[in-house]
């Protein structure tokens, strides 16, 4: 069962521009969302969180919004950067339980210069 | 402190033998992770351990796949008589036991002729 959804497979944006991912989650048990950044032949690398206690995380140039009632997440990117393009990848889990951490499938963001 | 370490980076098996993945965890971290990316998917989770026991492991197939974390040495993911569709990208991550995030090895690539 797909708990958590990245419905765009990828996204092209201008350098400069702004970038926005967007994640739909299923379980209302999840408490706490993450975003992981995966480069090719490389492993994830962890980006910005948020827990549900919060509608907004800001870090640098990343922020990730949370909409609770609509179970949706995104991640802004300001501005973007040709250094950003990479696979993003959202997870979901409870706040104190890890191995509930579940991912969607991925948006492959495309910055061009 | 050295990031997780997954061994081997790429790994070529012919149908039917076994395969063996893996994890050195970051120092002070005693949970471990692994997930399974199939090409153009996202990250599956399979099971999460901690030291000499099997938290959850509702990921991981039935049959053929075994995952154990010993009290020392890496965590070892093993999968027998293997076949093609368990040709992917194998991830490890660990976390300490309060940690938000989960921090990824670079993955060990397996192929099955």
């Known amino acids: 069962d797909q708990q958590v959804k990245q419905n765009s497979p990828s996204l092209s944006v201008q350098e400069g521009r702004i970038s926005i991912l967007n994640c739909d989650y299923t379980?209302?048990?999840?408490?706490?969302f993450l975003w992981y950044k995966k480069y090719p032949a490389e492993g994830p690398t962890f980006l910005i969180s948020i827990s549900s206690i919060k509608d907004k995380n800001e870090d640098g140039r990343f922020t990730v919004f949370l909409n609770k009632s609509a179970k949706h997440l995104s991640l802004h990117i300001v501005p973007s950067q040709p250094g950003d393009s990479a696979v993003y990848f959202c997870?979901?889990?409870?706040?104190?339980?890890?191995?509930?951490?579940?991912f969607g499938a991925g948006t492959r963001l495309t910055v061009k210069p | 402190n050295a990031g997780v370490m997954q061994n081997p980076r790429h790994l070529v098996r012919r149908r039917g033998q076994e395969a063996r993945l893996r994890c050195s965890p970051m120092?002070?971290?005693?949970?471990v992770y692994w997930y399974r990316q199939l090409p153009e998917e996202g990250l599956k989770f399979m099971v999460y351990l901690q030291k000499e026991n099997i938290i959850d492991e509702s990921g991981m197939p039935k049959e053929r796949f075994s995952a154990e974390f010993p009290k020392e040495g890496p965590s070892i993911l093993r999968i027998q008589q293997v076949v093609r569709g368990d040709s992917a990208a194998y991830f490890c991550?660990?976390?300490?036991?309060?940690?938000?995030?989960?921090?990824f090895g670079q993955g060990t690539r397996l192929t099955v002729v």
């Open positions: 997870a979901a889990r409870g706040l104190y339980n890890n191995n509930d951490m579940r």
């Open positions: 379980n209302s048990m999840f408490d706490y």
């Open positions: 991550a660990s976390s300490p036991v309060d940690s938000g995030e989960a921090f």
């Open positions: 120092k002070g971290h005693s949970h």
